[in-house]
């Protein structure tokens, strides 16, 4: 009796993927069990540790290594050959028996099913919401946090080839570059070579990319971020990061530059913040110059990207005298 009942479970199980399955694609919006593989290539694996035996929340099981096609995303069974083990073990945990502790690796608030993807299954069904665990804390050279899906993973992946040409993290292991939009790193690293460049000049031989990078970082990127921060300037931009405003920032100045404005920082971020609010531009001196006491002058002097200066001096000249 308690057989029939264990493979009907199993076909109710089945049933409910196909029908949960059949109304995402409906949808549009069906999401697979994350796989494991995936995110170690677009993250990549920087160091894993054994985090313990714990009792987890299934509900933020969310991940298979090996198996992301043998379950849907809610650990629901879609292969007809898993009816027996499945069948065995829905019995066994209805009467109470023990079962052993799975194994999993935990990343950025998810846990990737290594062993015990049938128990997790069952445990689902039956309506628990805790299973014991044996974790492997792992560590990824890009940090993921909260939702994984794809734009993430490919954001994750720009961000590692950024970090693997630049050593950032490795230089400046503090240092968290984020963006919101894809592409954005390519930017980010046009601008550091643009620094390389100077630092060349000024320095009278090659600078070593990662040298670069670090110095951007701590000359470039760095102080307008404590404007940023100190300003309180992201509130006027939800969705949007540092280095989001990094860009936007640095973007600006150039465009105040062409125009043979006050450039700068200051200027920059002044300009923009008009701008969002609707002031006519450009806003008068007397403005300026209070906004700029405001913002406090430049902490020092912060060079645009080679490429950009060439453009705008290339542009200036054929435009000739006014």
Do not use: C
């Not at 920087?46 to 509900?59: F, N, R, S, T, V």
């Not at 919401?129 to 946090?145: F, G, H, S």
């Not at 309180?232 to 530059?257: C, K, N």
């Amino acid at each position: 009796m308690k057989q029939l009942r264990a493979r009907a479970d199993f076909e109710t199980a089945r049933l409910q993927s196909f029908l949960r399955d059949t109304g995402l694609l409906l949808r549009r919006d069906a999401k697979p069990l994350l796989s494991f593989d995936d995110v170690r290539r677009a993250a990549r694996l920087d160091g894993q540790a054994y985090g313990g035996l714990k009792e987890i929340p299934i509900a933020d099981i969310r991940g298979s290594v090996g198996r992301p096609t043998d379950f849907d995303a809610t650990f629901l069974p879609v292969r007809p050959h898993m009816r027996q083990r499945w069948a065995q073990l829905d019995a066994a945990m209805r009467r109470g028996e023990a079962v052993p502790p799975i194994e999993v690796y935990h990343l950025g608030g998810v846990y990737f099913v290594k062993d015990g993807h049938h128990r997790v299954s069952v445990a689902r069904q039956l309506g628990w919401k805790t299973i014991k665990a044996r974790v492997i804390e792992v560590r990824t050279r890009a940090p993921l946090t909260g939702e994984i899906d794809a734009a993430t993973l490919l954001q994750a992946r720009e961000y590692v080839d950024f970090l693997e040409r630049t050593q950032l993290d490795r230089t400046r292991p503090d240092a968290v570059i984020e963006v919101s939009r894809l592409g954005r790193y390519d930017r980010i690293f046009e601008e550091i070579l643009g620094h390389r460049y100077f630092l060349g000049l000024q320095h009278g031989r090659e600078v070593d990319l990662a040298e670069a990078a670090a110095s951007w970082y701590d000359n470039v990127y760095q102080p307008i971020a404590r404007l940023i921060r100190e300003y309180e300037i992201l509130q006027h931009f939800p969705g949007r990061t540092e280095a989001d405003l990094y860009l936007w920032i640095t973007a600006r100045w150039l465009e105040l530059s062409r125009s043979a404005q006050p450039a700068g920082p200051a200027e920059a971020i002044a300009d923009i913040l008009f701008e969002t609010e609707g002031v006519p531009r450009p806003p008068s001196p007397q403005t300026l110059a209070l906004l700029r006491r405001w913002l406090g002058p430049p902490r020092r002097v912060i060079e645009l990207p080679v490429k950009l200066v060439r453009r705008v001096r290339t542009r200036r000249a054929s435009a000739g005298p006014a």
